[in-house]
Structure formats: C-alpha cells, structure tokens
C-alpha cells in the first residue's frame, strides 16, 4: 500500500452486436457490478465503465500501485463474465481478447490492453483518458508529440517555465521489444526518426524532467501476442493536465486536424481518427472509420470525478467533417495502397494465407 494513486484503465474486446460495432449494454452493467463490488469489498477506490466501439473499458483507480496482481486479477474476472453473457447472447468475437485459459497474475500478453499511471496527487490533478477504436497503439505517436514536444500545439513550452525545460520520452519498439529514451526538445529529430513509423515504434511513457509522470499509453500488440490476426489493439492513453504540464485544450488540440492511423477494416486499412463523444462512439462505414473518445475527470482522494465527454462539442465538428472528408478520399483508393496497410503491415493480417494459396501458381523468370 502507499500514499500514491493509481489509474488503470485495463480494456478487452469480449463481443460486441452487430458484427465489432458495439459493446452490448448487458456486458456493461455487469462490468459496473463487479467494480462497484470491489470498491465495497475495499479493493478499488472508485471505477468508470464505458466503451469505445467493441471494447469495454474499466477505468479504475486504487492505491495498489501499477501492475498489482489483484486489479489484474479483476479486470481479467470481469472479461471472463462478460464473455460468459457474450457467448450466451451469440455476440460477435465472443471472448476475442481473452487469449490465454490460464490467468497468472497480469493480464499482460494475455490479450487485453492496459495503461498504468501512479503519482502523488497534487492540489487539483486533472487527468484526460483516450480511449481509440478500429486502431494500434502506434496511433498515439502523432498527438503525443504534438501535445508534449510542439509548440505550434502546445503555447505552454514556451510561456510555462514549468514546461519550458522539456519532457522525456520513452519508446517501444514492440517487434524487437526493446525500448529508448529521448530527451525534447534537443533529440526531437532522433525522437521523430523513430515514432513516424507507428506500427513498430510506440510512444509508452512521458515524464516531465523533474521526473514527474505526464503521460501513459498502452502498447500492447495482439498479433504479435497471438501469432495470427486477431484484431487491432485498440489502444488507450491517460494524459495528466495543468499547472506544469499541457492544459486539457493543449492536449486535446491535435485531434481537431485528423490524422492518418492504421487499423479500420480488417485492421488492414489507413484512415482518420475520428474524434467523437461517447454516444457516437461505434464505429459503422467500413467499419469506421476508427475512433477516438477523450474523457475528462478530476481526481479527488482517488474519486473520479467526471466524466466530462470532451469531444462532445461544437468545437470537433470541424474535425470530424474534415475526418470523413479524408475517409472518402481513402476509401476512393479501394483496395491499393496507401489505403491499404504496407507489405509489411499485412504481415499481421490474413492476407498471407491467400497468399499460401497462391503460391503454386508463380511461375520463376521473368
Ligand atoms: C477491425 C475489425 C473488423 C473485422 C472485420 C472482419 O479491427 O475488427 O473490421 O476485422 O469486420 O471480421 P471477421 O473476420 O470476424 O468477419
Ligand atoms: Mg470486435
Ligand atoms: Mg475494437
């Protein structure tokens, strides 16, 4: 036990009606339920249960630190019921992101995806959580940067001494699974070498250089876990605001210009992340086009308090018309790259057993 907080926002696709549309509304009050228990039976301090298109999303916060097996062991029980209704109701991809029968203490590589943060609360702590549907993990790179490295985005770097001196990155790279940091704004030319390719370099963590933890995202990569395609990774980042750090309008200002993320049908495919509220949060043409939800609580002796829908605004509009503007654009592509992913990308998907197919039919020389 400690003083400090911790947020974990854990998420797993178990089903979802019609087709990966959306989290049926059973699945989410039974999350609720067995949350709310644990905050009675004293494990957690207080919970939000919400969904971005197929995946259910706990929001939890407790004093058990990052990785503590017993929150773990929760989120993963929770998956488990829910499954079990899934299965009953006949949902789409019943119980797709439980990967592993055998549960051993972290729900890491073993399907869902996680983000962590712990700190010592401050005076006011606002947090916002992004939560991205039809989409990797590597689509964070773009607004991470922006919000914590650009100062055509974020006015702060250059008013606020107390983000004056900069922020650390840290970086994944999930196929070699090894991981670097850069210091901004001197390495930012080395920092972008690396993060302009998302699907292999993905931003996990920044911390301002006083050490103070700004920034968490999940990295969690499905088909490298499983071996075979099954689904995106639809990622999710906690951002703490203010008082030293970007301001909540710093933080959601990247999304007003969409950019371009893999994921989308059949994980296969590039197009914009469409900022959207909670309500219009389920992804439909072409499966998509993918999405992103940004919730707004303050923290209060581990209360949540909030949720504030921050896409849910006038202020978006733009964004998301600027967004299926770029969708039309894409779709209009068909089945060619760029629309769809690289060679490599594809790796992940499906296609290389219609290559197997194929195979016999080349014939050598040209
Ligand atoms: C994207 C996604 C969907 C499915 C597509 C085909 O992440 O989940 O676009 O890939 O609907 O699904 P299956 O193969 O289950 O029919
Ligand atoms: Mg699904
Ligand atoms: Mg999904």
Known sequence: MTEKITISVIKADVGSYPGHVRVHPELLSKAEGKLKKAKKDGLLLDSFV??????????????????????????????????AIARKMKLYGAGQDILSEAFSGNVKGLGPGVAEIEFMERASDPIVIFMADKTEPGAWNPPLYKIFADPYNTAGLIIDPGLHDGFIFE????????????????????????????????????????????????????????????GKDDPICIIRAQHGLPAVGEVLEPFASPHIVAGWMRGSHHGPLMPVSMKQAHPTRFDGPPRVIALGFQIAGGKLIGPVDLFDDPAFELARKKALEIADIMRAQGPFEPHRLSAEEMEYTTLPKVEEKLEKRWKKGI
């Not at 993905?202 to 103070?212: E, H, M, P, Q």
Request: with cysteine; aromatic share 8%; proline share 3%.
């Open 50 to 83: 919400t969904h971005c298109g197929d995946d259910l999303e706990l929001i939890m916060t407790h004093r058990r630190g990052v990785d503590a097996p017993e929150i773990h062991e929760l989120a993963w029980k929770t998956f488990e019921d829910c499954t």
């Open 171 to 230: 970086v994944h790279d999930v196929i070699q699974e090894r991981k670097i940091e850069f210091n901004t704004p001197e390495d930012i030319y080395d920092l972008l070498a690396y993060i302009g390719q998302p699907g292999r370099y993905v931003i996990k963590s920044i911390r301002r250089k006083d050490g103070l933890i700004a920034a968490v995202a999940s990295t969690q990569r499905l088909s490298l876990i499983a071996g075979k395609y099954v």
